[in-house]
DNA sequence: TCACTCATGTAATTGGTTACATGATTAG
DNA sequence: CTAATCATGTAACCAATTACATGAGTGA
């Protein structure tokens, strides 16, 4: 019921969206990314792409390469574009795991989708955010529990990182987008 | 058997290291952590707890307060402290989710057990992926991928911020560790 | 009275990993 | 001749989510 979770049917299908694959691409595409997400196993993998096939939202054609194991190359259809939009209107669900962003970016990659929603939503959702955390940080604390400090630490070093990016890339995307509800105004929790 | 994974069993065994807890006030503690980890289902923390009590791990204690549900509040064993400080001694398997670094950071509170091999280690896997990313953010790309170059271009944002955070952690911890195997030297990639 | 927070739990289902099976080609 | 890369798949298993069930107290 929920499809706007990280299910790895959608990852697969936004990377599709930006050029025909096949299974072992995928994998080999991932591993280059590295550690920013992670990389799904064969026996996850697969049994996606055939779903995915099965729903039509894919067509799969046998390419044969002399001296070459036969791969089987999945390309996204008219169907599949219009599933993954949909499935990219979808909010993205609060407290969904770092990876769930990019794989988002990833996957706005196809035309007349403009990934500055998705910045957007990302912004927003580390400004709301924020004050919990950086109060947490706050307040006292013993010296026993340096691990707590330092996570607590971590994440508001990473959320404004985050921030500070992400302005950025908004302002570099407003320009080509009509629809710029950018609010240069700092923002409190910016700095 | 892998038990270097981030299974919330060591999740809320860590938790427990640092205070008693029953399984709500782990999901409130979670909640208030908010966007950095992810809260886990009761229907996951509940049986969780049950299995952390059956090995021996946590001990249980019914607390019952007049005009309040009762609690069930559970403390972490001397068993449970050792099988904890085995599992941080294991290293993060590549590829891990973000939250796998966080999470042994917050477990990383009991005493005896210093984060610096923790904050080390997060240092050298960056620095061993770094050097992809930046490779595949530099090639060219056409202008419709504009989704993978944003996608890239924040993997590196965001590694870029962690080394810095994590160089300045590691100097704050220095101070109180004997073993500081710190290497001061400027990394290639720190900048 | 209705909704919300506190508090714990179980059962069905989903979505993944691990391990296994197959088989050709290339490099040491 | 062995190991590694290319390439696909299935089956057993596991850990999580979702949905359900229960029940008391609190505030609108």
Chains 1, 2 share one sequence.
Not at 52 to 75: C, N
Not at 95 to 123: G, Y
Not at 136 to 148: F, H, K, Q, S, V
């Amino acid at each position: 019921m929920d499809r706007n979770a990280v299910g790895l049917r959608h990852y697969a299908l936004g990377l599709l969206a930006r050029q025909p694959m096949s299974g072992y691409d995928i994998s080999r595409f991932l591993k280059s990314l590295g550690w920013l997400i992670g990389v799904p196993s064969f026996g996850a993998i697969y049994p996606a792409l055939h779903d995915l096939h099965r729903k039509g939202w894919v067509t799969m054609e046998l390419v044969t390469v002399a001296d070459k194991p036969p791969r089987k190359v999945y390309s996204i259809t008219e169907a599949g574009r219009r599933a993954l939009q949909e499935w990219l209107a979808l909010p993205i669900p609060e407290s969904a795991p770092l990876k769930a962003f990019v794989i988002r970016l990833l996957a706005s990659s196809c035309p007349e989708l403009e990934p500055a929603a998705c910045l957007q939503q990302r912004k927003d959702e580390i400004i709301r955010q924020y004050p919990m955390l950086s109060e947490l940080a706050r307040e006292p604390r013993e010296a026993t529990d340096l691990g707590m400090q330092l996570a607590l630490d971590y994440g508001l070093a990473l959320a404004k990182a985050e921030l500070t990016w992400l302005n950025a890339a908004l302002a570099r995307t407003a320009c080509r987008s009509s629809s710029g509800a950018c609010t240069p105004g700092g923002d409190a929790s910016t700095r």
